[in-house]
């Protein structure tokens, strides 16, 4: 049982234990994840599941009760210290070392302190480790190998702990939100900074349920039973029915736009290239013709979701525009390799788009093959011509397969 993927259904919220549960639900063994999380804290915490009924749901709930006295120290670097001599499997501690240093990053920026002086929760730290091993451990004893999530339920409202009262949600939650996709409303606090962290560490991405072949699913009980609205995580655990993750699956993106009218035509190529510099995706003009017939442009920007703020403040510095207009958009991008053909007495890249390994489209670069023109002195056609030739005489044809490194031919990689 190696290489599963697995789907978080995250949209009732998520905690540390609850996401356990759903593991142990879905199969992962309980005795297994105690050993692991005993290699860490020996005798510390006991850990045991019951099934209970949310909102007329089965699910499995997780109890962690703590069987030794002493409180351990709940500062990082102690705990990564006892995460670092633990007899665990690699990929477990790996994953739990990741899962904290991400915690202790948004603590340590949430408090305006260094992450080496970041004490976990007030909860106990033998919870979060027993949380947070036991996940990581339980994904190693599914198999599990790629995780992706869907949108995350933050909740709303406000909560009280040993910091005072926190708005929900609270700043730990918001801090690991970034690049994520999450969503207010509900009552109380759904997501807490545990569950938030294994989710962005493990999760590879933030997608709807992908394509895959179901083998088991486990439902994990959240603490509250909130009439209406099961209080609950969901993993799907399969096989990737296409590839895994797919690797031309849409990703989230931004699409910003300006209307420009005024703007001197000369400063515009170096605005796309100070947006592209920036991490645009993309940047295009539009001519168009604005109210009171004035010939215009309007400025399209594809950014990454976590590029926007820094792209819009870029449009408003470069052009003259009052205003920046955003969508929301998903983009799907073909995998890309460049593989190398002959032509002439030289070589010329060609930008090769495909998709599982067969070739959808294959184009010589343009500024290679300028270069090429300008520098042998063909028409810049004919070397385009020659390429092309080439790139069809080495099989990157429409619905060929990916010519594997090595293979025969004029190509290099
Ligand atoms: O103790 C600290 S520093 C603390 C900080 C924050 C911030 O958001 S900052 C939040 N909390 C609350 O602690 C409990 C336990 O969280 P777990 O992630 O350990 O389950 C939760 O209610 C947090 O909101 C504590
Ligand atoms: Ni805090």
Same mark, same amino acid.
């Given at each position: 049982m190696e290489n599963r993927s697995a789907w978080l259904d995250v949209s009732a919220g998520v905690a540390g234990d609850m996401l356990l549960a759903a593991l142990l639900d879905a199969g992962?063994?309980?005795?297994?994840?105690?050993?692991?999380?005993?290699?860490?804290? &020996?005798?510390?915490?006991?850990?045991?599941?019951t099934t209970v009924s949310r909102a007329g749901l089965r699910a499995?709930?997780?109890?962690?009760?703590?069987?030794?006295?002493?409180a351990p120290d709940r500062r990082w670097p102690a705990i990564r210290a006892l995460l670092a001599a633990a007899a665990l499997p690699g990929a477990v501690r790996d994953n739990a070392l990741a899962v904290f240093a991400r915690l202790a990053g948004a603590e340590a920026r949430v408090h305006g302190i260094p992450a080496e002086e970041v004490h976990f929760h007030e909860v106990g730290a033998w919870d979060s480790i027993a949380d947070v091993v036991g996940v990581c451990a339980a994904v190693h004893d599914l198999g599990i190998t790629s995780i992706t999530a869907g949108r995350v339920a933050v909740g709303s409202g406000r909560v009280r702990g040993a910091h005072g009262d926190l708005a929900v949600p609270v700043p730990a939650v918001l801090e690991l939100s970034r690049g994520w996709r999450v969503v207010g409303g509900g009552e109380g606090e759904l997501a807490t900074p545990t569950g938030m962290a294994l989710v962005t560490t493990l999760a590879t991405g933030c997608t709807d349920l992908p394509d895959l072949r179901v083998a088991s699913v486990g439902v994990g009980a959240g603490t509250r039973d909130v009439p209406g609205r099961a209080n609950v995580v969901r993993v799907v655990v399969g096989e990737p029915e296409s590839g895994w993750p797919p690797?031309?699956?849409?990703?989230?993106?931004?699409?910003?736009?300006?209307?420009?009218?005024?703007?001197?035509?000369?400063?515009?190529?170096?605005?796309?290239?100070?947006?592209l510099d920036a991490g645009a995706s993309d940047a295009w003009l539009v001519p168009i013709l604005m109210k009171k017939g004035r010939p215009a442009h309007t400025l399209h920007v594809l950014a990454p979701p976590e590029r926007t703020d820094r792209?819009?403040? !870029?449009?408003?510095?470069?052009?003259?525009?009052?205003?920046?207009?955003?969508?929301?958009?998903? @983009?799907?991008? !073909?995998d890309r390799?460049?593989?190398?053909?002959?032509?002439? +007495?030289?070589? !010329? &890249?060609? @930008?090769?788009?495909?998709?599982? +390994?067969?070739?959808?489209?294959?184009?010589?670069?343009?500024?290679?093959a300028a270069a090429m023109a300008a520098r042998t002195g063909t028409p810049l056609r004919e070397v385009l011509r020659q390429a092309d030739a080439a790139a069809r005489r080495a099989g990157l044809v429409q619905g060929a397969s990916l010519p594997r490194p090595g293979s025969a031919g004029d190509l290099t990689t």
């Open positions: 992962a063994d309980l005795a297994r994840v105690q050993r692991a999380v005993d290699a860490v804290i &020996p005798g510390a915490v006991r850990t045991s599941t499995t709930k997780v109890d962690v009760v703590a069987t030794a006295d002493d690797e031309d699956a849409a990703e989230d993106a931004v699409v910003l736009r300006a209307n420009v009218d005024d703007l001197d035509p000369r400063v515009w190529p170096g605005v796309l290239a100070t947006l792209l819009r403040d !870029l449009m408003f510095t470069h052009t003259t525009t009052l205003g920046v207009r955003e969508s929301p958009v998903r @983009k799907t991008a !073909l390799c460049v593989l190398e053909v002959a032509v002439g +007495d030289g070589h !010329l &890249p060609v @930008k090769v788009g495909h998709r599982d +390994d067969v070739i959808v489209s294959a184009t010589p670069e343009y500024e290679d």
